[in-house]
């Protein structure tokens, strides 16, 4: 399952964010008539539409395994989360349609109504995002539903999509996919403008995706810090984990790398900062943090993996940001940031920063909320198949991700080469 | 045999499923039909054959194929716990079809946008046309084994049956396999007389509807068989069939007037009867098990959410047909205005 969701996230953040791309690059071609940006917006709507497909497919496989893989999860908690679930079908089914008709109908329709339905297809996107995050959301800080005698005896569904994790959970992930797509795009535009200065076609690519990406880059340790503030209101189990607090403390120091020890409870070879965490997380550098240790040890989650995933976020998603800033800041002196090629080869290299910080991010807030499924409601032990052998299809969908993923790969390389 | 008075909310988003289930049937069965095709192209128009069928399916296969995860999405929203047993019990069958709808959804694709190289082009062409095969099997073995009560018998032994018996048996046996097959040939069917309405030259519209005609005799073979099958298999689902007259005389009606029709070449109307043919073998089935998700146990009322969701469920499958209608019939026209049609 959690592969599966691994594999799907990347396709469903470039489906996001994607054609925004797209759509930016038509405009700008019909506004200014530049025949570069037509190419442009072609070339990624070829993209997008592999990328869509791939997403389209695993997002089917996804729908289904959540009932083959959790069974008991679906009783518990379809009546709820099936409501956001649906809203995403037709999101999703809007997003299927428009981008037929964007992919096919370049000749067959207005320019206006080809444009606009680039434009339903990013919306759509977005939608789809907004619905699916709720869910997980739902799942860290169920909201919408009374048990008693451990029966759910009165639930409400609109309560359980906004539950207090909605809020920054979505804008965390938009973020996540304009960002990581928009600079994973500028990446690549910039390793080829390296190669050679000049080309006219990669300059504006360039452009348009650092508009989508930079901003987005910049403001997510914004976002970031309102994720960690509710985390450390409504998850402090998580927070100690990811933070790989065992002690509870007032005025307790930011933890930067180390390894955590769960047995000893200790986190080793970490640089501290004095009273940072308590600052971050509670924006007063008094506040106290309740350690692991506060909890029973039954409900820790895997610490080590979740420190060390949260560190990884961190650290690429800084470098991202100050990459955008760099730009940020030569653009406002009115300097071309295209000709730094310092700034290039600095760009090209984060070209995979954003997935690697989402990959990581998701382990930050599933592997955190283990050992729950819903937490403090359903374990996820409880909740998974009495089917025997799970890992026979567990292998069987790893290996089919990995060909689908490798065969991607060489179909971009090849779609990146032809402009080359 | 359904008193109207008793139907309420729990009905009312089974039938929205169902509607769902049988727009997936005509549109993305249609497609995985197209695979078969794709698979059996020959003589001397092979290649423009596999070139109509691509052309086909291209813009919209995408869409056809959110149908059924709407059609899932409802159902685990509405019938949790219905959607919980299959899940449990009918993991193999549904993992090998998601496994086929991977491989054919991106091969296809890939086919379309990868390299141009005959050798590519083959590999993908066959992982099209396997996963377009195996996939209708087993969704028809899935409904198989839903309907002669396997599912059901399956579910109460979790955790003291064989390995065997829960979790292979109810949809590995003859009378599954039969309706997975039965399935195929519908699909095949249904996706060749489409194809003779798409075709833009005679020679070719001539060989699907040579094919849709070898196929309706297929088909018919396998109902008959599964007819024969379902005597001793599926005993009460038998029954319950022929409660329905109306709806069985109607299908037959449809199914001789699909082949008449084509025999004249009147491929509109061929087509518009294949349509109805499937559909209302579709509804046949589900109204022969109404009222229960899956007989004999688990019926709709048993297995629904609470209202308060079923409520919210129909507000946003109105919002979403509110959106989502207009603009498929907009992009059906978008396409259709191209080759020619009205």
Same mark, same amino acid.
């Given at each position: 399952?959690?592969?599966?969701? *691994?594999?799907?996230?990347?396709?469903?953040?470039?489906?996001?964010?994607?054609?925004?791309?797209?759509?930016?690059?038509?405009?700008?071609?019909?506004?200014?008539?530049?025949?570069?940006?037509?190419?442009?917006?072609?070339?990624?709507?070829?993209?997008?539409?592999?990328?869509?497909?791939?997403?389209?497919?695993?997002?089917?496989?996804?729908?289904?395994?959540?009932?083959?893989?959790?069974?008991? #999860?679906?009783?518990?908690?379809?009546?709820?989360?099936?409501?956001?679930?649906?809203?995403?079908? #037709? %999101?999703?089914?809007?997003?299927?349609?428009?981008?037929?008709?964007?992919?096919?109908?370049?000749?067959?329709?207005?320019?206006?109504?080809?444009?606009?339905?680039?434009?339903?297809?990013?919306?759509?996107?977005?939608?789809?995002?907004?619905?699916?995050?709720?869910?997980?959301?739902?799942?860290?800080?169920?909201?919408?539903?009374?048990?008693?005698?451990?029966?759910?005896?009165?639930?409400?569904?609109?309560? *359980?999509?906004?539950?207090?994790?909605?809020?920054?959970?979505?804008?965390?992930?938009?973020?996540?996919?304009?960002?990581?797509?928009?600079?994973?795009?500028?990446?690549?535009?910039?390793?080829?403008?390296?190669?050679?200065?000049?080309?006219?076609?990669?300059?504006?690519?360039?452009?348009?995706?650092?508009?989508?990406?930079?901003?987005?880059?910049?403001?997510?340790?914004?976002?970031?810090?309102?994720?960690?503030?509710?985390?450390?209101?409504?998850?402090?189990?998580?927070?100690?984990?990811?933070?790989?607090?065992?002690?509870?403390?007032?005025?307790?120091?930011?933890?930067?790398?180390?390894?955590?020890?769960?047995?000893?409870?200790?986190?080793?070879?970490?640089?501290?900062?004095?009273?940072?965490?308590?600052?971050?997380? #509670?924006?007063?550098?008094?506040?106290?943090?309740?350690?692991?240790?506060?909890?029973?040890?039954?409900?820790?989650?895997?610490?080590?993996?979740?420190?060390?995933?949260?560190?990884?976020?961190?650290?690429?998603?800084?470098?991202?940001?100050?990459?955008?800033?760099?730009?940020?800041?030569?653009?406002?002196?009115?300097?071309?940031?295209?000709?730094?090629?310092?700034?290039?080869?600095?760009?090209?290299?984060?070209?995979?920063?954003?997935?690697?910080?989402?990959? %990581?991010?998701?382990?930050?807030?599933?592997?955190?909320?283990?050992?729950?499924?819903?937490?403090?409601?359903?374990?996820?032990?409880?909740?998974?198949?009495?089917?025997?052998?799970?890992?026979?299809?567990?292998?069987? #969908?790893?290996?089919?991700?990995?060909?689908?993923?490798?065969?991607?790969?060489?179909?971009?390389?090849?779609?990146?080469?032809?402009?080359? | 045999?359904?008193?109207?008075?008793?139907?309420? +909310?729990?009905?009312?988003?089974?039938?929205?499923?169902?509607?769902?289930?049988?727009?997936?049937?005509?549109? !993305?069965?249609?497609?995985?039909? !197209?695979?078969?095709?794709?698979?059996? =192209?020959?003589?001397?128009?092979?290649?423009?054959?596999?070139?109509?069928?691509?052309?086909?399916?291209?813009?919209?296969?995408?869409?056809?194929?959110?149908?059924?995860?709407?059609?899932?999405?409802?159902?685990?929203?509405?019938?949790?716990? =219905?959607?919980?047993?299959?899940?449990?019990?009918?993991?193999?069958?549904?993992?090998?079809?998601?496994?086929?709808?991977?491989?054919?959804?991106?091969?296809?694709?890939?086919?379309?946008?990868?390299?141009?190289?005959?050798?590519?082009?083959? /590999?993908?062409?066959?992982?099209?046309?396997?996963?377009?095969?195996?996939?209708?099997?087993?969704?028809?073995?899935?409904?198989?084994?839903?309907?002669?009560?396997?599912? @059901?018998?399956?579910?109460?032994?979790? !955790?003291? !049956?064989?390995?065997?018996?829960?979790?292979? @048996?109810?949809?590995?046996?003859?009378?599954?396999?039969?309706?997975?097959?039965?399935?195929?040939?519908?699909?095949?069917?249904?996706?060749?007389?489409?194809?003779?309405?798409? &075709?833009?030259?005679?020679?070719?519209?001539?060989?699907?509807?040579?094919?849709?005609?070898?196929? =309706?005799?297929?088909?018919? &073979?396998?109902?008959?068989?599964?007819?024969?099958?379902?005597? @001793?298999?599926?005993? /009460?689902?038998?029954?319950?069939?022929?409660?329905?007259?109306?709806?069985?005389?109607?299908?037959? =009606?449809?199914?001789?007037?699909?082949?008449?029709?084509?025999?004249?070449?009147?491929?509109?109307?061929?087509?518009?009867?294949?349509?109805?043919?499937?559909?209302?073998?579709?509804?046949?089935?589900? $109204?022969?098990?109404?009222?229960?998700?899956?007989?004999?146990?688990?019926?709709?009322?048993?297995?629904?959410?609470?209202?308060?969701?079923?409520?919210?469920?129909?507000?946003?499958?109105?919002?979403?047909?509110?959106?989502? +209608?207009?603009? $498929?019939?907009?992009?059906?026209?978008?396409?259709?205005?191209?080759?020619?049609?009205?």
């Amino acid at each position: 399952m959690a592969l599966s969701l *691994g594999f799907h996230i990347v396709f469903a953040e470039i489906g996001i964010a994607m054609p925004v791309l797209m759509v930016l690059a038509e405009w700008r071609w019909r506004r200014t008539g530049d025949h570069v940006y037509y190419q442009l917006a072609k070339r990624w709507a070829k993209g997008t539409a592999v990328l869509f497909a791939v997403g389209a497919v695993s997002g089917t496989v996804l729908s289904f395994e959540l009932g083959l893989l959790w069974p008991e #999860f679906m009783r518990v908690a379809g009546p709820i989360i099936g409501i956001p679930f649906s809203l995403e079908g #037709f %999101a999703f089914f809007t997003e299927a349609i428009f981008l037929g008709v964007y992919l096919y109908g370049w000749d067959r329709i207005t320019p206006r109504a080809h444009l606009l339905a680039g434009l339903i297809v990013a919306a759509s996107g977005a939608a789809s995002a907004i619905f699916v995050v709720m869910v997980n959301a739902w799942m860290n800080t169920p909201a919408g539903l009374v048990i008693s005698a451990g029966r759910i005896t009165h639930i409400d569904p609109i309560a *359980g999509m906004f539950n207090p994790s909605t809020g920054q959970q979505v804008l965390h992930m938009l973020l996540a996919a304009y960002a990581a797509t928009g600079l994973a795009v500028g990446g690549v535009h910039a390793a080829m403008l390296l190669r050679r200065p000049g080309s006219a076609f990669h300059r504006r690519a360039l452009t348009v995706a650092l508009i989508i990406g930079a901003p987005a880059a910049l403001f997510q340790p914004i976002s970031g810090d309102i994720s960690a503030r509710t985390v450390a209101k409504w998850q402090p189990i998580k927070l100690a984990a990811l933070e790989g607090q065992f002690e509870t403390e007032t005025g307790a120091p930011l933890k930067i790398g180390g390894v955590p020890d769960p047995t000893a409870a200790v986190t080793r070879y970490a640089i501290e900062i004095p009273r940072g965490l308590s600052l971050l997380a #509670f924006h007063d550098p008094n506040a106290e943090v309740r350690g692991l240790t506060a909890f029973p040890r039954d409900q820790w989650p895997p610490v080590a993996a979740v420190h060390i995933a949260f560190q990884i976020m961190i650290a690429t998603g800084s470098a991202m940001a100050l990459v955008s800033a760099w730009a940020a800041v030569v653009a406002l002196r009115r300097r071309d940031i295209v000709q730094s090629r310092w700034w290039l080869r600095a760009l090209a290299v984060i070209t995979p920063f954003g997935f690697i910080a989402t990959e %990581a991010g998701w382990t930050v807030t599933e592997v955190g909320r283990q050992p729950w499924v819903i937490s403090g409601m359903l374990r996820t032990a409880d909740a998974v198949t009495p089917m025997p052998g799970l890992a026979v299809p567990l292998a069987l #969908f790893a290996l089919l991700y990995l060909g689908l993923g490798a065969i991607v790969a060489v179909l971009i390389r090849s779609l990146i080469r032809e402009t080359a | 045999m359904i008193d109207l008075a008793t139907l309420g +909310l729990p009905e009312a988003i089974a039938a929205i499923i169902a509607i769902a289930l049988n727009a997936y049937v005509l549109t !993305g069965g249609a497609d995985f039909g !197209g695979g078969l095709w794709d698979l059996f =192209a020959s003589g001397p128009r092979r290649t423009l054959q596999r070139e109509l069928i691509a052309h086909s399916i291209g813009p919209i296969w995408e869409a056809n194929h959110v149908w059924l995860i709407v059609v899932v999405v409802l159902l685990f929203s509405a019938f949790p716990a =219905a959607f919980s047993t299959l899940g449990i019990v009918l993991h193999i069958p549904i993992t090998i079809m998601l496994i086929g709808i991977v491989l054919r959804g991106s091969a296809f694709v890939f086919r379309s946008y990868g390299s141009r190289d005959g050798a590519a082009q083959m /590999r993908w062409g066959l992982a099209f046309a396997i996963g377009s095969i195996v996939t209708p099997v087993v969704l028809g073995s899935i409904v198989g084994a839903i309907a002669n009560g396997a599912v @059901s018998e399956a579910a109460d032994r979790v !955790g003291t !049956g064989t390995f065997m018996a829960v979790f292979v @048996s109810p949809w590995l046996a003859a009378f599954p396999i039969v309706v997975g097959l039965f399935a195929l040939g519908l699909f095949a069917f249904l996706a060749a007389t489409y194809l003779t309405v798409e &075709a833009s030259d005679d020679a070719l519209r001539d060989d699907f509807r040579r094919r849709a005609l070898i196929m =309706a005799s297929i088909v018919f &073979a396998l109902a008959a068989a599964a007819l024969v099958i379902a005597g @001793s298999a599926a005993p /009460r689902l038998a029954a319950r069939v022929i409660r329905v007259p109306l709806l069985q005389a109607a299908t037959v =009606a449809s199914a001789l007037t699909a082949v008449v029709t084509l025999w004249m070449r009147r491929y509109r109307a061929a087509r518009v009867a294949a349509a109805a043919q499937v559909s209302l073998i579709l509804w046949g089935w589900l $109204l022969a098990q109404y009222p229960y998700v899956i007989p004999p146990a688990l019926s709709i009322r048993d297995t629904a959410a609470p209202a308060v969701t079923l409520k919210l469920l129909v507000v946003g499958v109105g919002i979403g047909a509110a959106v989502l +209608l207009p603009s $498929l019939r907009y992009l059906f026209g978008a396409f259709r205005r191209r080759t020619g049609e009205t």
